[in-house]
């Protein structure tokens, strides 16, 4: 690039001689020296994920290029976390192509013993998710640790994470699936999700912001689409369809137009459908709080540009989205200090949102839960299915995950924080997996 010709030289060449081969020692050497003086930084996330992957029992192979390999895991403390290494100098001494041909990452798998339609790969590298995706890996996940996340998912990784938290091993001790990272994809497991449903039967759960309708900027403007509505009249004629949401019961009907399905609002608190209605009756004797409440942050929050409350029959929701970030840590504290004055409410927080609830034990999981004896539902032989987006769902999928039919789906970037066992990375996608449960069902 710069003009410079020098001589390529030969692999016996010394650090001192000024050719290809020499400065590629020289540099080496240097290299070296700066990782005994200086060591090496380490990505917190990969080193607590991997550390807690190896506690658990989880095959673990390191697969590099580099014939640096041993001597950057050494200084950086982690060289005893894998079974398996496949680094630069085992792909010369065994002449392994490298990336983007599978070759050094098929030979990980052998070394560990296992399949690699039951492994995964987490590459950082475009060539790397090329080579995983060439050696049929079951799973391959890009780490976006700049502006690469694009690049990345073009390049054919099935997930694009940004923290290696955002992965889960399964831990449930449970028959293991195809998938060796828990969530797996919705989509890539829709045969086998097909397969349970074809033979059991299906009661679907569905949430709407989020879910059914992508965020937007105020609640009014989550208009559900045509295509997704007529996916989920589809379902409905056919099997168990509720949509559970934090919104109230009367604004979601009216938001979703669907008749025939049963409609749980306020987190559960309110549900009705065809021949069932309930309304929790402890949570309602805290109506006299809530309205206190609302009063009370209202003049909270006043002054704070972009904040607004949402008043609904059982909670009071205070949105911050359009607050600047600054400014948000004042949302915060009112919220915290109204409900420190009111010991019969909880606060719940969800996307962009702050929450006072009634203090009751009720949630979307003991709704679903309600819902499945109500609707004759036997979780024990039917696959439920529930599919949401944000922490207020969190209670759902863990309420299914008791049962071996029970599926959460999660929507979004997959955490590894998440209780659900898959996931779809939008709206677009559960348009998409909504067509699985259709075929299913046929």
């Known amino acids: 690039a710069r003009g410079l010709s020098?001589?390529?030289?030969?692999p016996e060449d010394g650090p001192d001689a000024d050719t290809v081969h020499g400065l590629g020692k020289r540099k080496n050497e240097m290299f070296h020296r700066l990782l005994e003086t200086d060591g090496v930084e380490v990505f917190s996330d990969a080193r607590e994920q991997i550390r807690s992957w190896k506690d658990r029992g989880l095959k673990l192979a390191v697969v590099s290029s580099s014939k640096?390999?041993?001597p950057i895991l050494k200084a950086a403390g982690m060289l005893d976390l894998f079974q398996a290494k496949v680094d630069g100098l085992d792909a010369q001494r065994l002449g392994l192509d490298?990336?983007?041909?599978?070759?050094?990452?098929?030979?990980?798998?052998?070394?560990?013993g296992v399949d690699p339609a039951r492994a995964a790969i987490v590459e950082d590298a475009i060539a790397g998710v090329e080579a995983g995706r060439a050696g049929r890996f079951v799973r391959v996940a890009g780490i976006a640790r700049g502006d690469t996340a694009d690049?990345?998912?073009e390049a054919g990784a099935d997930v694009v994470l940004h923290d290696l938290r955002e992965l889960e091993a399964d831990e449930t001790g449970r028959p293991p699936t195809r998938c060796a990272i828990e969530p797996c994809s919705a989509l890539?497991?829709?045969e086998e999700i097909g397969r349970k449903i074809a033979k059991h039967g299906l009661a679907l759960f569905l949430d709407y912001d989020g879910t059914l309708t992508p965020i937007v900027r105020h609640p009014s403007e989550a208009t559900l689409s045509e295509s997704m509505r007529e996916r989920v009249r589809a379902l409905a004629d056919r099997?168990?369809?509720?949509i559970v949401s934090g919104r109230d019961r009367a604004d979601v009907e009216s938001m979703a137009k669907l008749e025939g399905i049963v409609y749980a609002g306020s987190h559960g608190f309110d549900i009705r459908g065809p021949k069932i209605r309930m309304e929790h009756e402890e949570a309602s004797a805290a109506l006299s709080d809530l309205d206190a409440a609302e009063k009370e942050i209202a003049g909270g929050i006043e002054e704070i540009e972009g904040a607004w409350i949402e008043r609904k029959r059982f909670a009071v929701t205070v949105h911050f989205r359009e607050v600047a970030e600054a400014e948000v840590g004042r949302v915060t504290r009112a919220i915290e200090e109204v409900a420190g004055q009111h010991p019969e409410l909880r606060r719940m927080d969800g996307k962009k949102i702050h929450e006072l609830l009634p203090d009751v034990e009720w949630g979307k999981g003991r709704a679903v839960r309600w819902l499945q004896e109500a609707l004759g539902v036997d979780p024990d032989r039917t696959v439920s299915i529930y599919i949401g987006d944000d922490t207020t769902d969190e209670e759902a999928f863990e309420a299914l995950r008791e049962f071996e039919l029970g599926i959460g789906v999660r929507v979004g970037l997959p955490l590894s924080s998440t209780k659900a066992r898959?996931?779809?990375?939008?709206?677009?996608?559960v348009e998409r997996f909504l067509d699985v449960l259709l075929e299913a069902g046929r």
């Open 98 to 112: 490298g990336k983007p041909a599978p070759d050094i990452f098929l030979r990980g798998a052998e070394e560990l």
């Open 6 to 10: 020098v001589p390529e030289g030969s």
């Open 151 to 153: 690049a990345l998912r």
């Open 422 to 429: 898959y996931f779809l990375p939008d709206c677009t996608a």
């Open 68 to 70: 640096n390999c041993v």
């Open 239 to 242: 099997t168990t369809v509720a």
């Open 188 to 190: 890539v497991l829709g």
